[in-house]
């Protein structure tokens, strides 16, 4: 699943940089910076985060903690990775989720259908919720959320929680499987 995410990132990015009319110069430099930013980006999150996540809910498992306890420090972790996340989103005004990008793509479905368009926003906010995370929802809604239409705070923690909750599930159930 990872490699394919990666391999669509990556063909997006080639199309990008063959359909954009700026020098050859800018192109590689807008192309280096995109696959800087998804490697570092899937480095944190499943080289660090994740195992992070399994290690920590089968230290608190073999202690004979609850699911609140493990949902808790799931949601700390969670919390600070995607925290962290969208301070480096800020720091250095690149969106290393792609968040925006995608917001543009889903934006021109609207334009076409509205209909396609709300399956489209659907998909891609239940794919955040599930998959990306919190910092990915801020950064897509973004424009929304400097407008002071959405509380910026109140989706950060919101998506955060039901992440961590659907995630400390499935740790759960791996450390109950496999250990």
């Not at 990015?13 to 430099?29: I, P, T």
């Not at 800087?36 to 089968?58: D, N």
């Not at 230290?59 to 969670?78: M, N, P, R, T, W």
């Amino acid at each position: 699943m990872e490699s394919t995410i990666l391999l669509i990132v990556v063909l997006i990015c080639v199309v990008g940089f063959l359909l954009s009319r700026d020098s050859l110069k800018e192109k590689l430099s807008r192309l280096r910076s995109k696959i800087t930013r998804v490697a570092l980006y899937e480095i944190v999150e499943y080289i660090i985060v994740m195992p992070v996540g399994f290690y920590v809910t089968s230290i608190l498992s073999s202690k004979d903690c609850g699911f609140l306890v493990i949902f808790l420090a799931i949601l700390g972790i969670d919390a600070l990775a995607s925290y962290a996340g969208l301070l480096l989103c800020r720091a250095d005004g690149g969106d290393w989720t792609f968040a925006r990008e995608r917001r543009h793509y889903v934006q021109a479905i609207m334009e076409r259908s509205r209909a396609a368009g709300v399956v489209a926003y659907g998909f891609v906010l239940l794919k955040a919720i599930v998959w990306e995370g919190s910092e990915y929802v801020h950064e897509f809604y973004a424009r929304e959320v400097e407008q002071g239409v959405v509380s910026g705070r109140a989706l950060f923690i919101g998506v955060t929680v039901v992440h961590a909750l659907l995630w400390t599930g499935v740790y759960v159930g791996g450390v109950t499987i496999f250990l």
